[in-house]
């Protein structure tokens, strides 16, 4: 069983910066594929930006040159920074980690309004 903490969301005006962290638990972390998701109002959930275990990393076209997704085995944390917010970044952020099977976190709220 691993247990996702998400941390970091909140309220930002347009043009700002957050950044989102995902603490994990279990010895398996480097071992992880992890990846950030959103979900908006009434819409489905998407992915946001993945990184492998290798470090390879791919992104949504609607967030690529201004998100960068990371990770810290050493802190078995995934990080994912956010930069130029638009308002239509709002949404839930969820933390998924992929090994044998697949884990979600409990979501952080991302606000962009002026």
């Known amino acids: 069983q691993v247990h996702l903490v998400e941390s970091g969301g909140g309220l930002v005006q347009p043009g700002g910066s957050l950044r989102l962290s995902c603490a994990a638990s279990g010895s398996a972390f480097s071992l992880y594929v992890m990846g950030w998701y959103r979900q908006a109002p009434g819409k489905q959930r998407e992915l946001v930006a993945r990184?492998?275990?290798?470090?390879?990393?791919n992104y949504a076209n609607s967030v690529k040159g201004r998100f960068t997704i990371s990770r810290d085995n050493a802190k078995n944390t995934v990080y994912l920074q956010m930069n130029s917010l638009k308002p239509e970044d709002t949404a839930v952020y969820y933390c998924n980690a992929d090994s044998i099977r697949t884990y979600w976190g409990q979501g952080t709220q991302v606000t962009v309004s002026s």
């Open positions: 990184i492998t275990s290798v470090f390879s990393t």
